[in-house]
């Protein structure tokens, strides 16, 4: 946990997303310190016609390369977050190429009861974490 869901656009080669997603864990892991195997990640590619990500007014162009992260975590402070998100851009340009105009990212906070790792135990709430 943080739980990270990458939306792509189809046709990326694997080693390219395996760099994007170790690239974020690295900026998750410095920002949000979280332990290392705290890793939860999914991608999910979609046709071309199925991501429609504009700008919100602000000018930001867009490729075919664009990547929206939606992130589900429990509460960060602001600083955490605007952290992250400084080096996340920083990082997916130095390490996969990527323009931080090509980067989106969401984060919805939730709370400890909301998570189970498995064993049918919440164990935020029961203390095993």
């Keep these: 946990m943080p739980l990270l869901h990458f939306h792509v656009i189809k046709g990326r080669k694997p080693e390219a997303l395996r760099k994007l997603l170790d690239t974020a864990h690295d900026a998750m892991l410095e920002a949000f310190k979280v332990p290392a195997r705290d890793r939860y990640q999914i991608v999910s590619e979609h046709d071309p016609a199925h991501m429609v990500i504009e700008d919100t007014g602000l000018g930001i162009p867009r490729t075919d390369q664009v990547v929206l992260l939606q992130i ?7 600083e955490q977050i605007t952290a992250f998100y400084k080096l996340l851009a920083e990082r997916l ?5 990527l323009a931080p105009s090509d980067l989106v990212v969401s984060i ?3 709370s400890d009861e909301h998570w189970s790792f498995g064993l049918g135990r919440a164990q935020f709430v029961t203390g095993e974490l």
């Design 72 to 78: 589900t975590s429990r509460p960060r402070s602001k």
């Design 93 to 97: 340009q130095e390490h996969c190429g």
């Design 108 to 110: 919805v906070q939730n």
